[in-house]
């Protein structure tokens, strides 16, 4: 079971952090990743890291801005989200892939979802 948390609103050019908090498993050969979604949008891809290695890939939207990482001690992803501007307001979830070997962007190749967090930021 994945749990996302640290949502909220912030202004353009804010910060935020969230968190996607494994239970029941640790995230081990898996990979993880963020994906969001805005309304009427579909879910898009944001970031993932391979857990084993700490190997990332982000998306072009978010690039040099969000920062994906992870605490192996605490089961525990992050998306570090520096910049933010208004077209970032989305619903975000993490999802765990069991396949990790590779990192993947298609939402359809993750296996666990977290519950989602909204991320709302205001111009």
């Known amino acids: 079971q994945l749990q996302a948390s640290g949502g909220g609103l912030v202004q353009a050019g804010g910060s935020l952090r969230l968190s996607c908090a494994a239970s029941g498993r640790t995230f081990g050969g898996y990979a993880m990743g963020w994906f969001r979604q805005a309304p009427g949008k579909e879910r898009e891809f944001v970031a993932a890291i391979k857990w084993s290695t700490g190997f990332t890939l982000h998306a072009d939207s978010v690039k040099g801005r969000f920062t994906i990482s992870r605490d192996n001690a605490k089961n525990t992803g992050y998306l570090q989200m520096n910049s933010l501007k208004p077209e970032d307001t989305a619903v975000y979830y993490c999802?765990?892939?069991?396949?990790?070997?590779?990192?993947?962007?298609?939402?359809?190749?993750?296996?666990?979802w977290g519950q989602g967090t909204q991320v709302t930021v205001s111009s």
């Open positions: 999802a765990a892939d069991r396949q990790g070997s590779w990192l993947k962007m298609a939402s359809r190749d993750y296996d666990y």
